[in-house]
């Protein structure tokens, strides 16, 4: 059987989620999510190499030198839990709203939209100094506040002055502009390093009532947790596999079972003595917790990760380890085959596993990395999975376009099970996989992607017409 393309759309990289760095590699994380990736709904971002990037940074300093400060505002720099904009755009971004700043210097909103831009450029020095310029400017103003303190915050988080101080500044935001979405996933984590469990919980209630937190995305979130086995401790990669969860657990009280670890924060000391306060498998004290450093081979995200599935090999309590698909390759550090199970990938079970971890590949699939699992992926997408909304007309996909592109893990499994049931009880049984799998592409368009998967049915069953009666919906629109 002709195999389709693993491509699972990866969380990228976060202000409030970041990956620790490991002495000067910012740019090799930045890379990593620029560059890493075997194949994405959107098609892969493309790595520019670094004199490229010089040489485009350099024409747009000399065209922005020539040009007279601009009076016009210049679109906002969407977060990427919402939007990721090619490198290029960044860069204009930058230009434009160091035009704008030119003619608006004080205007502290102006500063924080020109380091956002400037971040999601690949410059991170350049940004913190207009964040630092903000709050200088209006130490009172909520974007300044937030832009600052997360910043501050990200490079000194185990610093225990700077979290309560962050704590402070964070919640004033939160009583003075409680509209202002952006604090609180900031929020939540310092609330978390001051253990107030109240306004954490808070904090992710807000980030669904001020709308920054779309029904699609929560319904991803809840598939995501079902996805899971019971008691699973499910690892996370940035702000969309990571929050939107949390809020369905801590709000509407969905799947309470499953423990979520942020592998971008499992690199900070704090954090690792929370897990370990509730509950999780950490038998490390305070004093060894604090001596945990990278290394030249692992981040201490790495290191925390082998620890627990150690100590769960040792344990009477047998937990399964689970990674959500969005987490990139290489920050999986337990080795394992995997299992591909809905929106999960389970490490299948070494020798001396306990029961419950799957032990073999699922029917329709081969042995090996990418094992999928036929049946259970089957029932979830069929009974379990919330899929209306990734279709929803009303949704602003325009501004929502990294949610559409965790939407399309689902057609990802759709296609996988298509083959599979296709492959095992014959093509009309698999037929109506493939015409969701393709049906979800028309609705975003993705008509590269809806070609891909006809062209492997079509391989496949030569002799079935559906392919060609898409092809020609296409042709139509």
Request: glycine share 6%.
């Amino acid at each position: 059987m002709v195999g389709l393309p693993r491509f699972m759309f990866r969380t990228p990289p976060s202000r409030t989620l970041r990956r620790r760095r490991l002495g000067p590699s910012q740019a090799r994380a930045r890379a990593r999510f620029t560059a890493r990736g075997r194949w994405s709904a959107a098609g892969a971002v493309v790595l520019l190499c670094a004199c490229a990037a010089a040489a485009t940074a350099a024409a747009q300093a000399a065209a922005a030198s020539t040009q007279k400060p601009s009076t016009s505002r210049p679109p906002e720099v969407l977060s990427w839990r919402h939007q990721v904009l090619p490198l290029e755009r960044y860069g204009e971004l930058a230009s434009a709203w160091e035009q704008y700043v030119e003619a608006h210097p004080e205007d502290p909103r102006a500063w924080v939209e020109w380091g956002d831009a400037l971040r999601y450029a690949g410059d991170d020095e350049a940004a913190r100094a207009k964040y630092a310029r903000a709050f200088a400017i209006d130490s009172t103003e909520a974007g300044a506040i937030t832009a600052y303190v997360a910043d501050m915050m990200t490079h000194r988080m185990d610093h225990a002055p700077t979290a309560r101080w962050a704590y402070r500044k964070l919640r004033s935001v939160a009583e003075s502009s409680p509209d202002h979405a952006p604090a609180y996933y900031m929020l939540y984590i310092a609330a978390l390093t001051q253990g107030d469990a109240v306004w954490a919980k808070e904090s992710l209630r807000r980030m669904v009532t001020t709308g920054d937190m779309p029904p699609v995305l929560l319904d991803y979130a809840y598939n995501l947790l079902v996805s899971a086995p019971p008691g699973a401790i499910l690892f996370t990669n940035g702000d969309n596999d990571t929050y939107p969860p949390l809020a369905q657990q801590a709000l509407y009280g969905v799947r309470p079972d499953v423990a979520i670890v942020n592998l971008s924060l499992l690199n900070t000391h704090w954090y690792i003595r929370h897990l370990r306060e509730i509950g999780l498998p950490i038998a490390l004290d305070d004093r060894a917790i604090d001596a945990l450093r990278p290394t030249a081979q692992d981040r201490v995200s790495d290191q925390m990760q082998r620890h627990i599935a150690a100590h769960l090999e040792r344990s009477s309590r047998w937990r399964e380890i689970c990674y959500a698909v969005t987490v990139y390759e290489d920050a999986i550090a337990v080795p394992n085959d995997r299992v591909t199970s809905g929106l999960v990938w389970r490490l299948r079970a070494a020798k001396g596993a306990r029961d419950g971890a799957p032990r073999r590949a699922a029917a329709g699939s081969e042995a090996g990395s990418d094992a999928f699992d036929l049946e259970r992926t089957r029932r979830l997408l069929d009974e379990e999975f919330r899929l209306a909304s990734i279709t929803d007309p009303r949704t602003d996909w325009a501004r929502e376009s990294s949610v559409v592109h965790l939407g399309i893990n689902y057609a990802a499994l759709l296609g996988r099970v298509a083959l599979g049931v296709a492959a095992e009880e014959g093509a009309p049984a698999g037929r109506p996989y493939l015409e969701r799998t393709v049906r979800l592409l028309a609705f975003h368009d993705k008509r590269e992607m809806a070609e891909l998967y006809l062209t492997i049915w079509e391989d496949e069953f030569p002799r079935d017409a559906a392919p060609e009666r898409w092809r020609a919906l296409f042709r139509r629109r």
